[in-house]
């Protein structure tokens, strides 16, 4: 079994929250010039951790290495970062971890719920591209998530939006406004300077799929197709089913694009302009676009807030590590939920152990808290 050996020399103490991020992020265990050794009988490894890389940085480092070579990519930021396009006031305060958690509770609640009728099969396709997005945190326009900025009209209005893989139906704020719109930091789309702008009919096939998206049945008004979605922090979006251009990015293009034309709109969405649906639905961006990317994404979010990170519609490289022992059969009824508004990872009970004995194994040398917002098994 591999060990992690400290050297006595270097002695710090970590706090509870400082523990439990700890757990948060797996291996990263860290102080400034501080050694973490891993090692077997015959040989032994070692990598540098500074603890300063975790802290937030005044400026952006605004290098796109995993870009480089991903010509469809979007950028990704952190929502408290210098390199936010949003920029969150800097006189709110973030939310302690024990408030992330509970928000993350009733989020994982509300998805659970949406996934316990759902199968997510979908028939397979031959044809496979890739797209790269940066994205960028959303917590810089008070969200709590991550936002991408894509293009949506003709000529195309650039827009920011929560990206969020808990969800179908891809939505944005749309003037006239004729309910009511939260303030956010992008004009709002105007559906009537678009030349690729087109109202979705009551009686067509695509309003029916809004109950399967959304949740709720739609409703009409003059003959126009009308959504409605609610989320688990109840904020939601009403207004008209459309098609419209969406713009990813330079090469990566498509009309008729179906999504939500925001009329009345209310919630945790701070100065975002609206949210773009990554879920398992037909209606999702990802399902929308398969014949290119074959309904694969991927992202990585930034490192800290002063980074960028990227999200990637298509094909991209399998990641390495070693295996746990977990049966398979934990994961044959609902697979893994990748949600980019959730911050805590959670596991099925059997999935946690090993991961927890594992866990401690190699950080069996650190003493162990008990931070404040542990409930029954989740922290142990």
């Known amino acids: 079994m591999a060990t992690m050996i400290v050297p006595n020399s270097i002695a710090f103490q970590l706090s509870a929250n400082s523990l439990f991020f700890l757990f948060l992020i797996i291996f990263c265990s860290s102080c400034k010039t501080t050694y973490a050794f891993q090692g077997t009988k015959s040989k032994s490894f070692h990598h540098i951790l500074h603890l300063n890389s975790l802290l937030q940085s005044a400026a952006c480092n605004s290098s796109t290495q995993g870009l480089q ?148 049945l739609p409703l009409c008004s003059l003959s126009t197709c009308v959504y409605g979605t609610q989320y688990g922090d109840s904020s939601f979006s009403t207004g008209f089913f459309a098609k419209e251009r969406l713009t990813l990015t330079p090469f990566d293009v498509f009309d008729n694009f179906l999504f939500g034309c925001g009329q009345n709109n209310q919630g945790l969405f701070g100065g975002a302009a609206g949210l773009l649906g990554l879920g398992r639905d037909q209606l999702s961006l990802p399902s929308q676009t398969a014949r290119k990317y074959n309904t694969i994404f991927s992202y990585c979010l930034p490192s800290s807030s002063s980074s960028i990170g990227f999200l990637t519609l298509g094909k991209c490289k399998s990641v390495g590590g070693k295996r746990l022992s977990i049966s398979a059969s934990v994961f044959t009824t609902a697979g893994a939920i990748i949600d980019s508004g959730t911050v805590i990872t959670r596991l099925p009970p059997d999935a946690y152990a090993a991961l927890r004995s594992e866990f401690r194994q190699r950080m069996r040398r650190y003493r162990m808290g008990m931070p404040s917002i542990c409930r029954k098994q989740r922290c142990q």
């Open 69 to 216: 070579h991903q010509k469809s990519s979007l950028q990704v930021v952190h929502k408290h970062g210098p390199c936010s396009p949003l920029h969150l006031d800097r006189a709110k305060t973030p939310p302690t971890h024990a408030e992330t958690f509970f928000q993350d509770e009733g989020r994982v609640r509300y998805i659970q719920s949406r996934l316990a009728n759902k199968s997510g099969s979908k028939a397979d396709v031959k044809v496979t591209d890739v797209a790269n997005l940066p994205a960028w945190d959303g917590r810089v326009v008070g969200s709590g998530n991550y936002i991408v900025i894509v293009g949506i009209g003709t000529p195309k209005k650039q827009l920011s939006l929560i990206f969020d893989t808990g969800s179908d139906i891809t939505w944005t704020q749309c003037e006239p406004c004729l309910g009511y719109c939260y303030q956010q930091r992008d004009a709002k789309f105007d559906p009537s300077v678009s030349s690729t702008y087109s109202n979705v009919s009551c009686n067509s096939v695509q309003c029916s799929s809004l109950l399967s998206a959304t949740g709720y």
